[in-house]
């Protein structure tokens, strides 16, 4: 993983040499850690940085210091590994005045996990993936839970498979024509023709689902939020084991997501 992550960040930095930005390394650097991190939602550790990026160990370890401070990055206490937070995304703008998403969502997501008993979580797009932001834990012994910061791809689950459908048709065929759409599990959408079908029939029925398409025995379904311009600003999920989410409550379980996203919705718009 460490060789290929090096490969990518040396891409990175090639790009920064040739646009002349290096006018200020420590900058610089601060953003190449961001990146890095950006793409290894499992964390790494001060070293794997510093030899990714080929940046000195005293370097990395004054910059994380600073992010961790700013409340950017987290390190964890046992594994020491480093990962970003949820609060990078405060620096993206939003669709709409007022309070963030996730302060928003978060009433409707507790409601939606208390009526389920199912781990409800919240993501957006960002860039040709999504980002988790947000989720609330179901209180069942065996449930479904993720770091926030954890991307996911668009074509082999729920949310993702959302985010994409409700693009504007230029932007969603642009989407298309980068993503690879590898196979996780033998249910995985493989063909982009069948993906694009896929994105139609969404956006009639109003939800998404994830029949073990990402991980075998997980079912995922998700329902848009809309922005005061009413374009797709996020997705909002229920996640769980396949026996507890069966393919035949897909439809009752679209139904009252549909509804937690709908209230979002009427929140985002309420407090503009």
């Known amino acids: ?13 090639n790009k920064a040499e040739n646009g002349k930005a290096g006018s200020a390394p420590a900058i610089d650097r601060g953003f190449d850690i961001l990146e890095l991190l950006a793409t290894s ?6 070293s794997e940085i510093s030899d990714v990026l ?6 990395v370890f004054r910059i994380t210091q600073t992010l961790q401070a700013r409340g950017y990055l987290e390190r964890e206490s046992h594994s020491l590994v480093f ?4 609060k990078i995304l405060n620096l993206a703008p939003h669709n709409w005045v007022g309070p963030s998403l996730t302060d928003v969502a978060r009433g409707p997501m507790k409601h939606l996990r208390d009526e389920l008993r199912e781990t409800v979580q919240l993501g957006v797009l960002s860039g040709l993936e999504g980002v988790i932001i947000d989720q609330v834990e179901s209180d069942q012994p065996l449930r479904i839970t993720v770091n926030l910061g954890l991307r996911f791809k668009l074509h082999n689950n729920a949310p993702g498979k959302l985010l994409l459908a409700f693009l504007a048709t230029e932007r969603q065929q642009e989407v298309l024509d980068q993503i690879e759409l590898d196979a996780t599990t033998k249910r995985t959408i493989t063909k982009k023709p069948l993906l694009k079908t896929e994105c139609e029939r969404i956006v009639k029925q109003g939800y998404s689902t994830d029949y073990a398409e990402a991980d075998d025995g997980i079912h995922c379904i998700a329902a848009p939020i809309f922005g005061i311009d009413r374009e797709v600003v996020g997705a909002i999920w229920v996640s769980g084991p ?9 439809r009752e379980l679209g139904t009252k997501t549909i509804a937690a996203g709908n209230r979002i919705t009427y929140l985002i718009g309420d407090s503009a």
């Open 54 to 59: 080929s940046v000195p160990k005293n370097s």
């Open 1 to 13: 993983m460490v060789s290929s992550l090096r490969s990518k960040a040396s891409k990175r930095t």
């Open 41 to 46: 939602p499992e964390g790494l550790t001060l």
């Open 242 to 250: 396949a026996k507890r989410l069966p393919k035949s409550r897909f």
């Open 83 to 86: 990962r970003l937070t949820s």
